[in-house]
């Protein structure tokens, strides 16, 4: 299990860095958009209904560290359909498909796109009514989508491809969309973003060059960011997927203010954004949800993602947000740093202080959330210094705690799922911390694997914190 974990976490795991090119990060993608879906599903169903969906959460968790991307991308629809009543023939099979547009980025002088629709993973073989049509929408990407566009086409065999010449789009980025009408039956398709961008091929000549003069420049927080971004709208560029849908036309804009601003002026940024931290020597990747309003004193969250995810995992999945939109709703801050086989490349407690000072706010309580490997990384942090950490959560796993005076004066919360692998870890933590007499709440969620866990546990994790 050890191997194949490590191997899950050098091949998969970095896909979204642009490290892996080819098959695996388009698998990736096409797992979070499935990740998705079931769980907003699973957080509007009975719990009889969740129950269902257990055995085929358990089986994807088991494939994704196997490397089965196919077979985890199929159990994890599995899990969503077992939540549904009566799902039609042609509803799974239209989940079992993937689109892909041949250009993440695309020029705003021509906006064409070409579609490929092809099955992710096997299915029965079916055959299509002569009348069966595809019907692509066009839809702003906003909370509340609204389609601008539309396009019908018939369906005779896959894989097809489509092209669709789009009509006075304006820049910005979009969602599209897909369902097949066969029979007076309706199935949809997983979405893709694009992003239309003005003056596309100036913009990415600008970045290149950019990027190729400050590649070897002297290492500070602001510079470092910079560059992830602009390497990263090369990669667009190229049209390499990522694990998730990313902002690119308002990236464009962020980038371009902290690369050609003026050397006095503060670009402004977005609360939802990519930082890049640095000590002069390594460099710490994080995304952050920014406070809405400021405050004298900030609360933060240090969220720490488990094997073979990324910085995005609290964001785009572990509830598909949800722990983002808690943590907005009370105004804190919240820090997720990517993490790989060694840990974090710079530790909270060196972070803490740097944040403040890159960030302009001032940190009043300090919380470390950790989900199976980062559940290890949070109890490994704060066994390292508890200066300053406020109370700590570990789900889903465990870890070696140190014990040491200061540390018997922290709170932690504990969780894990009754079907959940790291169930034992967790267990076992619980009763060390216990012993070394530190205050613990622990709890087991019933019919829950070691995925859903994180979803499971949010409503009594908040009512942990915002007790502290």
Same mark, same amino acid.
């Given at each position: 299990?050890?191997?194949?974990?490590?191997?899950?976490?050098?091949?998969?795991?970095?896909?979204?860095?642009?490290?892996?090119?080819?098959?695996?990060?388009?698998?990736?993608?096409?797992?979070?958009?499935?990740?998705?879906?079931?769980?907003?599903?699973?957080?509007?169903?009975?719990?009889?209904?969740?129950?269902?969906?257990?055995?085929?959460?358990?089986?994807?968790?088991?494939?994704?560290?196997?490397?089965?991307?196919?077979?985890?991308?199929?159990?994890?629809?599995?899990?969503?359909?077992?939540?549904?009543?009566?799902?039609?023939?042609?509803?799974?099979?239209?989940?079992?498909?993937?689109?892909?547009?041949?250009?993440?980025?695309?020029?705003?002088?021509?906006?064409?796109?070409?579609?490929?629709?092809?099955?992710?993973?096997?299915?029965?073989?079916?055959?299509?009514?002569?009348?069966?049509?595809?019907?692509?929408?066009?839809?702003?990407?906003?909370?509340?989508?609204?389609?601008?566009?539309?396009?019908?086409?018939?369906?005779?065999?896959?894989?097809?491809?489509?092209?669709?010449?789009?009509?006075?789009?304006?820049?910005?980025?979009?969602?599209?969309?897909?369902?097949?009408?066969?029979?007076?039956?309706?199935?949809?398709?997983?979405?893709?973003?694009?992003?239309?961008?003005?003056?596309?091929?100036?913009?990415?000549?600008?970045?290149?060059?950019?990027?190729?003069?400050?590649?070897?420049?002297?290492?500070?927080?602001?510079?470092?960011?910079?560059?992830?971004?602009?390497?990263?709208?090369?990669?667009?560029?190229?049209?390499?997927?990522?694990?998730?849908?990313?902002?690119?036309?308002?990236?464009?804009?962020?980038?371009?203010?902290?690369?050609?601003?003026?050397?006095?002026?503060?670009?402004?940024?977005?609360?939802?954004?990519?930082?890049?931290?640095?000590?002069?020597?390594?460099?710490?990747?994080?995304?952050?949800?920014?406070?809405?309003?400021?405050?004298?004193?900030?609360?933060?969250?240090?969220?720490?993602?488990?094997?073979?995810?990324?910085?995005?995992?609290? #964001?785009?999945?572990? =509830? %598909?947000? /949800? +722990?983002? !939109?808690?943590?907005? @709703?009370?105004?804190?801050? *919240? &820090?997720?740093?990517?993490?790989?086989?060694?840990?974090?490349?710079?530790?909270?407690?060196?972070?803490?202080?740097?944040?403040?000072?890159?960030?302009?706010?001032?940190?009043?309580?300090?919380?470390?959330?950790?989900?199976?490997?980062?559940?290890?990384?949070?109890?490994?942090?704060?066994?390292?210094?508890?200066?300053?950490?406020?109370?700590?959560?570990?789900?889903?796993?465990?870890?070696?705690?140190?014990?040491?005076?200061?540390?018997?004066?922290?709170?932690?919360?504990?969780?894990?799922?009754?079907?959940? #692998?790291?169930?034992? =870890? %967790?267990? /076992? +933590?619980? !009763?060390?911390?216990? @012993?070394?007499?530190?205050? *613990? &709440?622990?709890?087991?969620?019933?019919?829950?694997?070691?995925?859903?866990?994180?979803?499971?546990?949010?409503?009594?994790?908040?009512?942990?914190?915002?007790?502290?």
């Amino acid at each position: 299990m050890k191997l194949l974990l490590t191997i899950a976490l050098l091949i998969v795991g970095f896909a979204w860095s642009g490290e892996v090119v080819g098959q695996e990060e388009n698998l990736r993608y096409e797992l979070g958009k499935r990740v998705r879906s079931y769980e907003l599903q699973w957080e509007s169903s009975s719990p009889e209904s969740r129950a269902l969906s257990t055995e085929a959460m358990e089986r994807a968790v088991q494939e994704f560290f196997r490397l089965d991307l196919t077979g985890a991308a199929k159990s994890i629809d599995d899990a969503w359909f077992a939540m549904l009543p009566a799902p039609s023939e042609l509803k799974r099979y239209a989940a079992s498909l993937s689109m892909a547009s041949a250009e993440i980025l695309v020029d705003a002088k021509s906006p064409t796109l070409t579609l490929t629709l092809k099955e992710l993973y096997p299915q029965p073989p079916h055959t299509w009514a002569q009348r069966a049509y595809l019907e692509i929408h066009l839809r702003s990407d906003s909370t509340i989508p609204k389609t601008l566009q539309t396009k019908k086409v018939p369906i005779q065999s896959l894989p097809m491809e489509i092209e669709w010449k789009l009509e006075g789009v304006a820049p910005g980025d979009f969602q599209v969309s897909a369902t097949i009408h066969e029979n007076e039956m309706i199935g949809s398709i997983h979405p893709v973003q694009i992003s239309v961008v003005k003056d596309k091929l100036d913009r990415i000549q600008a970045i290149e060059s950019w990027v190729e003069v400050n590649k070897r420049a002297a290492r500070t927080s602001t510079l470092c960011t910079t560059r992830m971004m602009g390497r990263q709208l090369l990669l667009a560029n190229r049209s390499k997927p990522f694990e998730c849908d990313l902002p690119f036309s308002s990236w464009f804009q962020e980038f371009e203010s902290m690369a050609f601003a003026l050397r006095d002026s503060q670009p402004r940024r977005p609360n939802d954004r990519w930082q890049v931290l640095t000590d002069g020597k390594v460099e710490q990747v994080l995304r952050l949800q920014m406070p809405i309003k400021p405050a004298e004193k900030t609360t933060v969250i240090f969220a720490l993602h488990g094997a073979g995810g990324s910085e995005n995992m609290f #964001f785009e999945s572990y =509830g %598909a947000g /949800r +722990l983002i !939109e808690l943590a907005r @709703s009370r105004n804190w801050l *919240v &820090v997720c740093p990517r993490q790989g086989l060694t840990g974090l490349n710079i530790p909270v407690q060196a972070m803490i202080p740097m944040l403040e000072k890159e960030l302009g706010l001032s940190f009043d309580k300090v919380f470390l959330v950790g989900h199976s490997m980062g559940a290890a990384q949070a109890i490994e942090q704060v066994s390292r210094s508890q200066e300053r950490i406020t109370a700590v959560a570990a789900i889903g796993g465990g870890g070696n705690a140190r014990k040491t005076e200061a540390l018997a004066k922290i709170p932690f919360y504990v969780a894990a799922g009754e079907r959940d #692998f790291g169930r034992g =870890g %967790a267990k /076992r +933590l619980s !009763e060390s911390l216990k @012993s070394f007499g530190c205050e *613990v &709440v622990y709890s087991e969620y019933k019919d829950v694997e070691h995925l859903t866990i994180v979803q499971a546990c949010l409503d009594e994790l908040f009512r942990f914190l915002d007790s502290k």
